[in-house]
């Protein structure tokens, strides 16, 4: 069993300075049973840092319309059913599943904001302004206000395909991203600036390994990385290689897509 203490004393390991903002990815499971589950580890995240923001993405608000633009990593007229299940975006909303039970925890904390976006909104404390930055054209501007005030990204049981940062890394490397359609209260939205797949992202670990600050809690390893040097790094892999990061399943609609585009540049450029 995993107490408050143990988790406290490894973040704490860290020594990332008080008062710089912090974005975190973290699943429960990775460190066994936690006293107090998502409770506690939020818990402790807001006694060591008094500025952290997590994403509380609502993936349910898409809706796949029937035509759009070429290249967007997406069948359309494929969603008929999931439209039909699509919800509209509330301030409400419970994070998708896939952000983890502390993302939830976080985004139902009676001192926590989030932001508007109707996909891609983050929630937290501490973090107004950053959250307060995003826009529907620029989703990740929120790590980009955190990047600027010199904080840090924590993966904490996680590996580097949850890690959103890296996504900023993307878009500021010039590299294409996608549009996605919501359900809002004033009918469908279009979302530009969608990230392409984070399944490649596995392969910035070795790169950032000496920007890495690692600590260990009952097995669950804790990673911590500065934002702006780590985005650094990964816009130059992408400036050097545009194919860089993407994910190596055969049939990728948005790694595709990015290749195509990639190898079209190329051809002009020739
Ligand atoms: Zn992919």
């Known amino acids: 069993m995993v107490s408050y203490h143990d988790l406290m004393t490894g973040f704490r390991k860290l020594s990332i300075e008080p008062q710089k903002p912090v974005i975190v990815h973290t699943s429960l499971s990775a460190f066994g049973n936690i006293r107090g589950g998502a409770a506690t580890l939020l818990g402790v ?13 609502t993936f349910k608000t898409m809706i796949i319309p029937e035509i759009g633009p070429p290249l967007n990593g997406l069948q359309y007229g494929q969603g008929k059913n999931l439209n039909r ?22 985004r139902r904390h009676p001192k926590a904001h989030r932001s508007r976006h109707p996909i891609l909104s983050f929630s937290g404390i501490g973090v107004y302004k950053a959250l307060t930055s995003q826009t529907l054209q620029t989703p990740f ?15 904490a049981g996680v590996d580097q395909s949850v890690n959103t ?30 990230p392409g797949c984070s399944d490649g992202f596995t ?18 390893e804790i990673k911590a990385i500065p934002l702006a040097e780590m985005m650094a790094k990964g816009m130059g892999i992408i400036r050097e290689d545009p194919q860089a990061l993407l994910c190596s399943r055969n049939s990728c609609p948005r790694c595709d897509a990015i290749r195509t585009t990639t190898r079209q540049a190329k051809y002009t450029r020739v």
């Open 45 to 57: 995240l807001l006694a060591i840092f008094p500025r952290v923001m997590m994403p509380a993405f």
């Open 85 to 106: 299940m699509a919800e509209i975006f509330e301030k409400s909303m419970p994070v998708d599943s896939l952000m983890g039970d502390v993302a939830e925890t976080m």
């Open 141 to 155: 501007a929120p790590i980009e206000y955190l990047m600027n005030a010199e904080g840090w990204v924590i993966l």
């Open 165 to 194: 940062s890296i996504h900023l890394a993307e878009h500021l490397a010039g590299r294409k991203s996608f549009t996605r359609w919501a359900l809002t209260e004033s009918g469908v939205v279009s979302c530009p600036g969608y």
């Open 203 to 220: 392969q910035l670990d070795a790169e950032l390994k000496s920007l890495t600050r690692t600590v260990f809690v009952n097995g669950a």
